[in-house]
């Protein structure tokens, strides 16, 4: 079965830097019998200018749109256009000024679900509220408007905006937050909004464009998942949506330095367009059972989740892995970016600690720094190390007498992650704050015991292979180092079962065989969209027939449409440039 699908990426894939570039691009590689338009917002102007990563015959059409650069489509509304506008932007307002978004569609869990994708939807799941659909109804009454006007951009930016957000924020009913909104706060989030509901103004949504494909896939929430509703309100096209990182996590946690009317306002607002995106969507693949919770408690029916682990290359580990008595017995590694949240600090009073119980041992701290806040960190660390070992020398990447090693992966001694995870007999990783655990899963492949602390999805990922400790806590860190450094046949074990795991479950080929098993799965449940038919009239399944692919006289009606490429230049907003 061949499928057409629509793959919406926001700051990523095509471009060779961003947030999922790197399994979107095996995703589509991996999935050669498939058809791919690319949908991309870039952040910035040094993304584009960077280009494309080699793109893949598969991939027909590639159709961009700037998030960071500020467009005028230059559409000046008449009279009843603008009262349209009013009234649909002012209840997007309401719905944001009354009571936050409701999970009770989906009951959060309260431990670890070691099964997630056969849970049963919840008995107690209650009908959609009436702010959500005041919020879905306003959302595309304005992606309708923008449809049959050619633009929202001027009006979203307008002072009528900003007067509907205040009657909002001053009616009746307002939560106290929005009612205490000054005009400042008024015009910061309007401007917010007016960023987030870019793609409403796009021209993709015809039936050549988003109208076209089987099915819309969103490689995150928030933006990249707008163009996924807007297909399927206008033309029934059934939406996929991956969350490696809930969206909305990231926004709660963002602006701190914001008034509490701003907080809350932009809260409510990515709030409601979560639950939308997730009532919406067929399906729903969080990475891991952390991002599932967070899926959950914003409204997602877990009827609908499917946990698809994020899928990496486990070659270029095979040697170490099968190998793993070449490690040194004597050090510790940890592998990663260099910043706070990393908690260094904590890793190295344990490492204080483990040098008490085992002279010999050596830590080698193998990464850098991420950006300005990094290299701060990384100058700090550096200090401690010297004040916690005054009396031995200290180099900044030198293994000899000095008991801590600063270094990164690209020199001699580690030219590549291999080697950095094969220098060491046990890998630590100390964070206060981690996703899904990538590092780890990378030592994993190279077979080796692993400490780490319980944050994030790494439980999960290590699954029993590994020892955890608390976040923030060096002297249980340490005591961890210190039974495995004592204890080489325990090492080898955890090591082989940790390898038997990662590549049972984080490889490239489970990720692929899984999004390829919810495609079919997608397109078998959903009705046909449009119909299409050949040269005889009959209709056609599928955007593009499997026995389009086969030799043979039903191969010789018309020609498709040439592939849209952009000629390989940059055209604003609609079509990029590699």
């Known amino acids: 079965m061949h499928v057409r699908i629509g793959l919406l990426t926001e ?7 961003g947030d999922a570039r790197l399994w979107c691009d095996r995703l589509v590689h991996g999935l050669a019998r498939h058809e791919f338009d690319v949908y991309a917002f870039s952040r910035s102007q040094a993304e584009e200018d960077a280009g494309w990563v080699p793109l893949p015959p598969q991939v027909s059409r590639v159709r961009t749109a700037p998030l960071w650069t500020l467009e005028d489509d230059g559409v000046v509304y008449g009279r009843r256009a603008r009262r349209r506008f009013t009234e649909h932007y002012g209840d997007l307002a309401a719905a944001l000024c009354t009571a936050a978004p409701t999970t009770t569609g989906a009951r959060p869990s309260a431990s670890p679900v070691t099964s997630p994708d056969t849970s049963p939807a919840p008995a107690d799941a209650h009908p959609t509220p009436p702010e959500a659909d005041r919020f879905a109804n306003a959302l595309y009454g304005l992606a309708e408007l923008a449809r049959e006007e050619g633009g929202l951009a001027v009006a979203l930016r307008s002072e009528t905006a900003v007067r509907a957000l205040e009657r909002a924020c001053r009616a009746p009913g307002a939560q106290r937050p929005a009612r205490e909104a000054r005009v400042p706060d008024l ?9 987030a509901l870019r793609p409403l103004t796009l ?3 015809e039936e050549d464009g988003l109208g076209a494909v089987d099915l819309c896939h969103a490689a995150s929430g928030g933006t990249a998942a707008l163009p996924g509703l807007l297909a399927r309100h206008f033309y029934g096209v059934p939406l996929l949506v991956t969350e490696y990182g809930v969206r909305l996590r990231t926004h709660y946690l963002t602006r701190p330095d914001s008034s509490p009317a701003v907080r809350s306002l932009l809260a409510a607002f990515h709030g409601r367009l979560a639950a939308e995106t997730y009532r919406q969507a067929a399906f729903i693949t969080p990475g891991n059972t952390h ?18 682990y994020p899928g990496m290359d486990a070659a270029p580990f095979a040697d170490v892995g099968e190998a793993p008595e070449s490690a040194d017995p004597h050090t ?20 204080a600690e483990i040098r008490k119980e085992e002279p010999k041992t050596r830590l080698r701290i193998i990464g850098g720094p991420s950006g300005p806040e990094g290299e701060a960190y990384l100058g700090h660390c550096r200090m401690l190390a010297a004040q916690l070992f005054p009396d031995e020398a200290e180099g900044p990447h030198s293994v000899g007498d000095n008991p801590v090693s600063f270094e990164e992966i690209g020199g001699p001694e580690l030219p590549t992650s291999a080697d950095a995870y094969a220098s060491g007999a046990v890998t630590v990783l100390s964070s206060v704050v981690e996703g899904f655990p990538v590092g780890l899963v990378e030592a994993m492949f190279c077979g080796r015991a692993t400490v780490s602390t319980d944050v994030g999805a790494v439980v999960e990922v290590i699954g029993g292979t590994g020892l955890v400790v608390p976040p923030r806590n060096p002297r249980a860190l340490a005591e961890a180092c210190v039974s495995l450094l004592r204890a080489p046949e325990r090492r080898e074990r955890l090591g082989a079962a940790a390898r038997a795991r990662a590549l049972e479950l984080f490889t490239v080929e489970q990720n692929i ?3 390829h098993g919810l495609y079919l799965e997608i397109v078998a449940r959903t009705p046909v969209h449009r119909v299409l038919l050949n040269d005889t009239g009959d209709p056609l399944p599928f955007a593009t027939p499997a026995e389009a692919h086969v030799p043979g006289h039903w191969t010789d009606p018309a020609p498709r449409p040439t592939p849209t490429w952009a000629a390989r230049t940059t055209v604003p907003a609609t079509e990029a440039a590699r």
């Open 11 to 17: 700051g990523g894939y095509p471009y060779v830097s």
């Open 187 to 195: 015009l910061s989030v309007a401007a917010h909004l007016e960023r």
């Open 203 to 205: 021209d993709w949504y």
């Open 291 to 308: 991002a599932r919770r967070w899926q959950e408690r914003c409204g997602a029916d877990r009827a609908k989740l499917r946990t698809v």
């Open 332 to 351: 510790l590694v940890w592998v990663g970016r260099v910043e706070p949240a990393k908690d260094l600090v904590s890793l190295l009073h344990a490492f």
């Open 513 to 515: 065989a899984a999004f």
